[in-house]
């Protein structure tokens, strides 16, 4: 497939100009639409042949449903590229706040502060690839993302279990058959074994059930 046909959504793209559709919370330099993710993906269903999603999850309020919105507008077989914290680097269990990132020069000189967007998540690969539990995995990995800083990622490197890796990164895709999700399958699955409520079964539990007031009434019948 030629790539320049690829339709790709580029969601929180900030000043980023990959991707023919680029959402921002707030308007950018790149993006094309301003939209709260908060609310859902504002496209059709299986509109996308990838979807870009960096340092976004960290910030929801609603994980699971905006990955079931990222499943829905892609297409069969789409790609979703996923960049968020890890919850091991060892300096998130040092610095006292994890949202001092809107104090850096360049992000309050471009944009202003939105008050709702705050860090709320960590995650390690383990939690990525159950909260994704519907895109067939095809890589997780750890990242270092701050590049100038070559002296102290070397150190970093070194730490036992990620803990000098600042983020993760998950790349999936969406299976070429139509899946059903797999918590709506189990619930169907329920639903179709399950023996029917029929009016025999309401009839019993009327016939059973005392009115409110009656037992008070009985005993002062039986006085």
Known sequence: MNSD????LNIGCGDE???TDRIDIQKTKASTKEWDIEKGI??????FDEIRCWRI???LK????FIDECYRVLKNGGRIDVITDNAGYIIFHIKTDHNDYINIKNYTENYSRNVNDHHRNLFVPSHLKYLFYNF???SINYLI?????WIRN???KLLPFHLGYEEIRLIGKKPMAVVEPVAHSLIKEFIENSEPFVEEDLKLVTEKSTPLGSGNAEVAKRS
């Open 5 to 8: 046909k690829l339709k790709i």
């Open 17 to 19: 100009f990959y991707g």
């Open 42 to 47: 504002p496209y059709n269903n299986n509109v």
């Open 57 to 59: 999850l960290e910030h």
């Open 62 to 65: 609603n994980i699971g449903f």
């Open 136 to 138: 067939n995995i095809i």
């Open 145 to 149: 993302t701050s590049k100038k800083r």
């Open 154 to 156: 070397s150190i970093l």
